[in-house]
């Protein structure tokens, strides 16, 4: 059975289109039918489906571009926060791959298995607490994405405080913390944008003296923040 909801998120958090915002008046429908949402979170994030589907889409679009993909800080890639682009991501990727594969999961999709709106996807498809303790691992990640994101007004930050309740997360305040003493990166500094795109990239295989470990380990060490690299997927936009 799909959680809808889940993948209603998936969708609020993927690039703009033209086919998203067809959508969005279904997609806030599932969202406030979810009780498992705390109100003020399910009206904030209909308001955020309705300005996305109703919304110039050039404007939507540079909106999200400007966020998730000139901003280190608030990349969606989950793995980034992690492992930044050393090689340890490339065997996380790995076996992150092989747990959607045994699961019969085959993301289309251009975007790395680390994308929060593909592992979203594949979460809806997924046993509920299975899906709930592999948000709960995550929930430091989501929580410190969330706080920065109400810095800056920005009407996603609903959509990561709807998954930590999902997850039903007593989240880790200092891992929190320790998360924000990273300071929020400038998207406007395109210069320090095209530095970091010219470092090493990162080497999807395994590391051949250890072993990958399963989705929840991976995810269950994101205490240690590293700043993450941007996507280079809208970088000419």
């Not at 929020?184 to 010219?198: G, I, K, Q």
Request: a negative charge; charged letters at 25%; hydrophobic letters at 40%.
């Amino acid at each position: 059975m799909i959680d809808r909801t889940l993948k209603a998120l998936s969708l609020l958090l993927s690039y703009p289109s033209a086919e998203l915002q067809a959508g969005m008046d279904e997609i806030g429908a599932v969202i406030a039918a979810d009780t498992r949402i705390a109100p003020p979170t399910r009206d904030a994030l209909r308001a955020l489906a309705r300005w996305l589907g109703q919304g110039d889409l050039c404007d939507v679009q540079e909106t999200y571009v400007t966020l998730f993909d000139r901003s280190r800080s608030l990349s969606l890639n989950l793995f980034e926060h992690v492992h930044g682009e050393s090689r340890d991501r490339g065997g996380a990727m790995v076996s992150l791959l092989e747990t959607y594969r045994d699961a019969g999961f085959d993301p289309v999709t251009s975007e790395l298995p680390d994308h929060l709106p593909v592992l979203l996807e594949f979460l809806a498809t997924r046993p509920q607490a299975e899906a709930k303790d592999i948000l709960e691992d995550a929930g430091h990640i989501l929580r410190t994405l969330e706080t920065r994101l109400n810095r800056r007004d920005s009407g996603y930050a609903p959509v990561f405080a709807a998954l930590v309740q999902l997850a039903g997360a007593v989240v880790d305040n200092d891992a929190v913390a320790e998360m924000l003493k990273q300071p929020d990166d400038d998207p406007d500094d395109l210069e320090a944008l095209d530095a970091v795109w010219e470092e090493a990239e990162v080497t999807f295989g395994p590391d051949p003296n250890a072993g990958c470990p399963q989705v929840r380990d991976m995810l269950s060490r994101m205490d240690t923040p590293i700043n993450p690299a941007p996507s280079k997927r809208h970088a000419a936009e």
